[in-house]
């Protein structure tokens, strides 16, 4: 099956740092990948739509300049959080539209990579 | 707008009982309704779908009818095993943005032998 990767899946940093999660989907093209938030005991918040080769599309009270995202190639989009705050310490997943794309409108799941902002 | 409400667990049972994790939603139009499971460090894998009211998923010995009489889709198993012991998201679809989850908070399940 499709398979979704994220790196790191845990990390710590200093409040005002910049943080890089990477999510791969490692053996199909995922021409759009799509990334989540989730606090405790919460449900999965839909952070913004990210597309190869153009600009990610952000949900409504989602910073854009704060949560960087890149999407270079058919494998691969990160998701930068720029100056980090301890509000920002979360847990995020991706997911990729699946290698049948738009007939199924599966998602594949990365494992999530949770941030402390110390 | 969209919402889901799943039971709050976490939901302790033992082996071979019969599970019940309630979920409602609120939407417009005709949403698909989904289940994700959620194994111990893995990422979430789609469990089970239904795309119209009346349809029932399943998958695993699991099932969930589309009930839009009740705004519900309440999964069902049987005959639980430990094996099934994971977070599971009732998420529903609604409009054609494949992405536009709308998730539930999640249920923690426990099977003990």
Same mark, same amino acid.
């Given at each position: 099956?499709?398979?979704?990767?994220?790196?790191?899946?845990?990390?710590?940093?200093?409040?005002?740092?910049?943080?890089?999660?990477?999510?791969?989907?490692?053996?199909?093209?995922?021409?759009?990948?799509?990334?989540?938030?989730?606090?405790?005991?919460?449900?999965?918040?839909?952070?913004?739509?990210?597309?190869?080769?153009?600009?990610?599309?952000?949900?409504?009270?989602?910073?854009?300049?704060?949560?960087?995202?890149?999407?270079? %190639?058919?494998?691969?989009?990160?998701?930068?959080?720029?100056?980090?705050?301890?509000?920002? %310490?979360?847990?995020?997943?991706?997911?990729?539209?699946?290698?049948?794309?738009?007939?199924?409108?599966?998602?594949?799941?990365?494992?999530? %990579?949770?941030?402390?902002?110390? | 707008?969209?919402? !889901?409400?799943?039971?709050?667990?976490? !939901?302790?049972?033992?082996?071979?009982?019969?599970?019940?994790?309630?979920?409602?939603?609120?939407?417009?139009g005709y949403p698909s309704l989904?289940?994700?499971?959620?194994?111990?460090?893995?990422?979430?894998?789609?469990?089970?779908?239904?795309?119209?009211?009346?349809?029932?998923?399943?998958?695993?010995?699991?099932?969930?009818?589309?009930?839009?009489?009740?705004?519900?889709?309440?999964?069902?198993?049987?005959?639980?095993?430990?094996?099934?012991?994971?977070?599971?998201?009732?998420?529903?679809?609604?409009?054609?943005?494949?992405?536009?989850?709308?998730?539930?908070?999640?249920?923690?399940?426990? !099977?003990?032998?």
């Amino acid at each position: 099956g499709a398979v979704v990767s994220q790196h790191p899946s845990w990390v710590i940093c200093k409040s005002g740092t910049s943080v890089k999660i990477e999510c791969r989907s490692l053996d199909f093209q995922a021409t759009t990948m799509f990334w989540y938030r989730q606090f405790p005991k919460q449900s999965l918040m839909l952070m913004a739509t990210s597309n190869e080769g153009s600009k990610a599309t952000y949900e409504q009270g989602v910073e854009k300049d704060k949560f960087l995202i890149n999407h270079a %190639s058919l494998t691969l989009s990160t998701l930068t959080v720029t100056s980090a705050h301890p509000e920002d %310490s979360s847990f995020y997943i991706c997911s990729a539209l699946g290698p049948w794309g738009a007939n199924t409108g599966e998602l594949f799941f990365g494992e999530g %990579s949770r941030l402390t902002v110390l | 707008g969209n919402s !889901v409400t799943q039971m709050e667990g976490p !939901v302790t049972l033992s082996e071979e009982a019969f599970l019940t994790i309630n979920c409602t939603y609120t939407a417009t139009g005709y949403p698909s309704l989904f289940w994700y499971v959620q194994y111990p460090g893995e990422g979430l894998q789609l469990l089970l779908k239904a795309t119209k009211a009346d349809d029932k998923g399943s998958n695993k010995g699991f099932e969930a009818t589309y009930r839009k009489e009740t705004t519900s889709f309440h999964l069902e198993k049987g005959s639980v095993q430990v094996s099934d012991s994971a977070v599971y998201f009732c998420a529903l679809r609604g409009g054609t943005s494949y992405g536009k989850l709308t998730f539930g908070q999640g249920t923690i399940l426990t !099977v003990h032998p």
